[in-house]
């Protein structure tokens, strides 16, 4: 997002291949921009050009992820790095790109995921790797096997006209060496130049010089909190309301005496465990506090009055039901009385509301209180990430006008993986044959696309081609990958405390790993 980019293409250029980011563009050569402007943004006076063949030589691939007007999610582009061009700009050539034909009547994007007939030049890196690709992985007419032939000839015949320009360098520049025996090219094996026996002494040890140069809440605090905050609001209203509102800051009024005199745990092994054994003090403490006030309610109000504690107690409060649903994959809460989902890739309005600004403040302190991180006028924004990963952010006013405002990204409870993104037609097979190759040859790849398009689900994801005898770092603003190796340090930024001291921003963290 900033300056570290320099310090991640930085630390892709001295020894840590196979390295994955993922960064903010809605095309590959809007990403080779995007990390130019942010390699500009550390300060470094560099010039352009050795920004672009900083950019060409550290990056191997961009894996581009775009959303879809229909809401779906789909790898549009795998483009590979191919160096820097005449002009002096880096060269990119797409390998896999997405055909759009059109939209079907039901609003459904019609198109396909097809090779674009180039071949990648790191292709022997597959063969000197032991890996074999299916045939047709980069179409119909390009078979994988005689690519590889066509591959090593190339490099070969490379290797020859390279040695015919040394030579006649060598010719011109040292007239006094003796006469060099040209056909011993012709019955050599394959070689790498540099090391060629039939090159001059000095030309030798000239190339040799050049490259050598080159803490969480407990339940009895959350009850605390929410008496603190309903007592602060009781009784705005009227009638019926004010009637339940009042039931309800009785019930927890009681559970909260519950659960100081009568031992009940506090900490849980699972948040189910928690929730059942919540419910039933909290039913308890409700037909308690019906009792006592003389209020008649049906069976069905009853039971939504306990639900609605639970998901205070236990959860996020009327957001809670939201989160559960596993076909919603984002929560948008702009300010107490409009709340949206995303369901099926479409943003649509939810019946849920919340009591006043207070109950949205409440829900936010809950998530960021256990992470060690505040948000309040001083502080009026925060990232911030729930138990299972999901991504959070909340700005409250005066940024935020129509009030505390609150985005939620879910992330599954099972992470997808390869052959769901397939399933899900967000890449085809082939094009996931392809990235594990990648991944298996340590290429440097970037994951590139806009605000939710499936960045982070894509990444996490490929990371399962990882070797689990590798050790694996992540770093992150908020911890939110869930890799299954068993070797993994999970690194995660911090913000400036009350005095604005003690911030460890990503830059730190990245050039921390390069240690690790």
Known sequence: RGGEALDMLSAMNTGNDGSLTTGHANSPKDMVARLETMVMMSGMDLPSRVIREQIASAVNIFIQQNRLQDGSRKITHITEVAGIDKEGLVEIRNIFEWQQHGVD????????LVPSGIVPTFLLRFKEEGIVLPETVFGENHKFSELLVQAEKDKIAEERAEMERLLDLSAKQQSDQPAVDRSALANREPFGWAEAEVLPVAVRERLAREKEAAEPVSSKNRLSLLAKQRSSSLLDGDGENSAIEKLKYDVQ???????????????????????????????????????????????????????????????????????????????????????????????????????????????????????????????????????????????????????????????????????????????????????????????????????????????????????????????????????????????????????????????DLVRNSLRM
């Open 105 to 112: 009547e039901n609003g459904k994007v019609q198109g396909a």
């Open 253 to 507: 009024e009681r559970l909260a005496r519950l659960i100081q005199f009568e031992n009940v745990p506090t900490k849980f092994d699972s948040p189910e465990e928690e929730r059942e054994v919540m419910q039933e003090k909290i039913e308890l403490c409700y037909r308690q506090a019906v009792y006592a006030q003389g209020l008649s309610l049906s069976r069905q109000d009853g039971q939504q009055i306990v639900a609605e504690l639970v998901y205070e107690v236990c959860g996020l409060g009327p957001i809670q039901k939201l989160l559960d649903r596993e076909d919603i994959t984002e929560v948008m809460v702009n300010g107490p009385e409009r709340v949206f989902i995303e369901h099926k890739g479409k943003l649509q309005l939810s019946d849920v509301k919340f009591k006043d600004n207070g109950a949205v403040m409440h829900v936010i302190q809950k998530i960021v209180a256990p992470l060690g991180r505040r948000c309040d006028e001083s502080s009026p924004l925060v990232d911030a990430r729930l138990k299972d990963g999901s991504r959070v952010n909340a700005i409250i006013p005066p940024l935020a006008l129509c009030g505390p405002t609150i985005t939620i990204r879910k992330f599954a409870k099972d992470p997808f993986r390869i052959k769901d993104l397939v399933g899900f037609g967000t890449m085809t097979q082939a094009m996931a044959d392809f990235i594990q190759a990648c991944i298996l040859v340590k290429l440097n790849c970037v994951v590139s696309g806009g605000t939710g398009s499936g960045k982070t689900t894509t990444l996490n994801a490929i990371s399962g081609f990882v070797p689990h005898d590798e050790r694996v770092i992540t770093v992150e603003d908020a911890a939110e990958l869930q890799l299954l190796q068993d070797h993994v340090v999970s690194l995660e930024t911090r913000p400036p405390n009350v005095e604005g001291k003690g911030a460890v921003h990503i830059r």
